[in-house]
């Protein structure tokens, strides 16, 4: 392999395994957080806006550490600066 | 292998392995998601129609984790930068 | 190995991976699933309508993520444009 | 080792390891389906009607994800198209 | 080792290993599903005879995803076409 | 390594390896089985033999998988149609 | 290592881990039904004979699985086809 | 591969694996932290004020360990020492 | 390596090996044996004689399983037949 | 690979490995205490201040390891004495 | 590396390892065992004395399992036969 | 690699992953013990001094355990012997 | 690596790692004894001199497999049969 | 790598690895203990003076086995007699 396969090679597989790897526990964190979501609705029905208000916020905090690693992962594939410097050589 | 070759086979690779990863935990938590509402409506079935809303915007979210993971898949198969790169030269 | 094999091994080896890999959290998302609405309709069997129709909905958008493995797979075995490219060479 | 050993082995070894890791969950799923179904008769038999019925279409669904696997694996052995391009060869 | 040798390693080892991992969750499974079925009957002795017929049909279901390993098992055992192939030639 | 140890020494290994571990999980189960039906018999004594008769039914079951590896594995020590066919030869 | 060494190897590790391995669930299942056994006893001192009773018919069910590992050692180690005729070239 | 791609390629890995590795546990902890709320809030409404802002000081505290992943993510690929020593020599 | 060297290499890990491992399961399951007795008879001490008598047998029955680990251990060391047939020629 | 570049890679993956494993359980335990933190106000608002006061104060312990991990790491990327002597020679 | 050394690493390795391994279990069983023994003391004092006899022949027992590792280890050091019949050649 | 690469090479990821490693458990433990004290002045505001006392007490013993790692990462990074002895050569 | 290098360098490792993991679970059993030890006091006061007592031999017990590990540890580095043979020869 | 570095970086590797591993589960162990004493002292305050003298011994005790693995460490590092004999040499 030349220097060219080895950082596209590389790049391809650490966008994949970034995004595969940094997507398991956000989707988990939601899921968390919409069961008990769920579930205090059923507890206290009266509450549902309170509820609903602090779970979208919540969930937009989750979801963030899930876009950093979609970030990265696009980065590495579109915005790739070895590649660039590799490939203008 | 030449450089055709191994670019394409890291693709299939991490193509497939970020979808089979990604799309674990986004399962589970809306397994987990559903569940929570099934119960919650069985213990407060007033505030049901409160409950499969919030449960359908919260699996959106969810999904949407898994989606990015299919969307990269698809993008390193589909619409991959270095491979146009390589097969172009 | 030359390049047409090497291609068919990894997609090979990736179509089986992805499917096996991805069909084991929605299966157990779907076995939570349906053993919740079943204690549920056990303890309150008048909401069992609603239950029942909240279930179907929740496990097509589970089984939907064991679908993304599943085509990724078959685009692998079927319609795999690294394999088109190489054999068309 | 040649191309045709190569692909069969691949293609032997992925054959079987979907269909052994792809059974491990939906089995994990119907005991716990099962199990969850029979200690709602307990608690509630005037339902077991709805529950017996509500349990097999979900074994259904369940069963589904295995089945997926045992036909990749099928696909694999019996109706494999690079095992079919390189003995034609 | 010659192209015989390893297709035929291959098989042996995939078999073993698929019967065996492909064991292990259904007799979990049924484990956990005769447990729930015991500690059932003994919470609800009149709803024996239901609880029995469900638990007989569960445990087949269960059994099912263990045969299909053993299946795969004695195909490539006992009627493997890609050793065929080559003892052919 | 010629063919013929190549094919004794993966033989010798898998037959122990099923064995080995397809037995894990029966025992497992086996064990759960058991001590379920000891707690169920405290609990409820007028239900003892009902609970010992679904008890050796279940147990027979779980037993089966693990049968099914033995039974594997005795196949690939004495009864070995590749080892017979490199032996032949 | 020629043929001899390596058969001769293969058999004493194999034997070795079967044992090992085989032996860990069931002494955890045996574990677990010996202390139901006991907790049982403790809350219904007047079932103690047909706790003892079952719980001694379950203990051999166990302790067969345990046994199944150590013949297949003991037939690798004392009885082993393939060492036969290796040493009998 | 010489010096300039070997550099890259360890910045490439580390870097995706840096945000997709250390996003992991921030996120499951605000999961934790969000659903807590969600269910403090629904037990006792009047204490939403106070809740809500110890839960955004506390997701700013976890928060900030998901960030110092990312920022030396982001000094490896935009402001690495080692790349610059090498590209400039 | 030589052969003699490779066996008694084989013969002393796979030794330490297998009593190492094979000891694990059963300290716990003794264990728990042992600690179920102590809580079954501060609940119940009138039973204490029965609880104890039990308690014995079945530890008895789970130190089986680490006595046929240490057998096969010293048979490696002390009485290995491939060790006798190497030396011996 | 000269020294220069085996102790650039060596320093880039410990780095981002150090901080990317080293920020995990703090996140985790920030997390568990926060969410501690909101079911105490919840069960006892009155004592709110202490509880604030002293998470505080605990969540700045806990921060302090992720901070040794990401103080070592930057002292690996910018003042790291081994590249000092390798360049400098 | 020459027989000697290879069966001296061997037997230090393994020496090691048997040893650590073989004495997590029976510590953590122990610790469970002192640990019940405590609570069982506590909730009926009366019982102490049958509890703490009863305490020391099962920690005996357990202790047991940790010393045949032991016993290996120190075989393998100072009466290790291998070593024995290498050095005499 | 020459000799001083290697050494340094070894410093590098082992002062890496010691601090890494060894961070992991004391931050969970300060979380645990956060949390208790936390959720005991919920329970019991009257001991607030006691239990902040003792915390505090706990956290420096816990934090001691991270303190031995960061030393003996400080050791390998700035105070090495086996470093000093090679460039001193 | 000569003869006296490798059996150094694994006399060197074998000995940290006994130590290292011989030491976990000793830690952690103690850790339990000793909590349930403080909460047994809690909930009985009167039978502290009781508890103490139980605690301190079943403690002792603990160590002594951390004892067993350690010595093993300091046999390995300052009276190493096979060192001692080596370095003589 | 000659005699000396490899030596010194067995021991480098070593040093950091058995501290970084055996301070892991006393820092475990003391937390839980930490933790268990404050929810002692917020069930019982009147006996504060007991709990905390029993476990500052217990933490001791605890502490005892992180030390330990931190002596054979420094030896490693600093008391190293292989190490001593090959410079000496």
Not at 12 to 40: D, H, Q, R
């Amino acid at each position: 392999m030349d220097n060219v396969s080895v950082i596209a090679v590389a790049s391809i597989i650490t966008a994949g395994l970034t995004t595969g790897i940094g997507c398991m526990f956000p989707a988990l964190s939601e899921g968390k957080a919409v069961a008990t979501a769920l579930s205090s609705i059923a507890q206290q029905p009266d509450a549902a806006p309170t509820i609903t208000r602090t779970l979208f916020v919540g969930l937009a905090m989750i979801e963030s550490t899930a876009i950093y690693c979609f970030v990265v992962s696009m980065i590495l594939i579109f915005a790739n600066p070895f590649w660039t410097h590799i490939i203008a050589k």
